[in-house]
């Protein structure tokens, strides 16, 4: 830990008694162990000089490190955010490629089907080996339809059953 250092310098070993200066335009952060940088860049303690992000990486002002972008996004060198693909291509392992299908067009993160606009309310995404999301919106439907059926007819049989006991216990003390 650094006890002391000048203002401007930081820690170069981290370290008591071995300041250096940042560079120009940076300041001393992390109690002077490194020196701030700008967004897109981070602070090497091995340089001693900031660096930029690479690619697919993103970084904040006065970062110490650059984050890689989160699933279905990409970035260029030196970013300070991560963005979806353009319109017109898809996501595909931190790079962005056009959808290989004629009647597919990329939407930023996947390849959608072009009936999607000629039938104006049906949304059929393509992901991986041709999975249809919109069947498995519909089979997740069916299942929960089933089991929201299947609950109302034990619980109405739960209230006939107790319905049931009730008027037979309150019989009892009148005989």
């Known amino acids: ?59 904040n002002d006065s970062a110490v490190e650059c984050t890689q972008c989160p699933i279905y996004s990409v970035s260029e060198k030196g970013a300070k955010h991560c963005q979806t693909c353009p319109f017109g291509e898809h996501w595909k392992q931190y790079s962005c490629e056009k959808c290989n299908e004629p009647q597919e067009f990329g939407n930023g993160v996947f390849c959608v089907s072009s009936k999607l606009y000629k039938d104006g309310y049906t949304q059929e995404i393509v992901q991986g080996e041709g999975v249809k999301m919109t069947t498995i919106i519909l089979a997740i439907a069916v299942i929960l339809g089933v089991s929201c059926v299947v609950l109302a007819v034990l619980l109405i049989k739960k209230q006939k059953k107790e319905k049931s006991t009730d008027c037979d216990s309150a019989l009892i003390p009148l005989l």
């Open 1 to 59: 830990a650094v006890v002391s250092t000048q203002s401007g310098h930081y820690d170069r070993d981290e370290t008591a008694g071995h300041c250096s200066s940042c560079p120009l335009g940076t300041v001393p952060i992390n109690r002077h162990t490194a020196c701030s940088c700008r967004a897109g860049n981070y602070w090497s303690n091995q340089k001693h000089d900031c660096v930029v992000c690479p690619e697919n990486h993103y970084s």
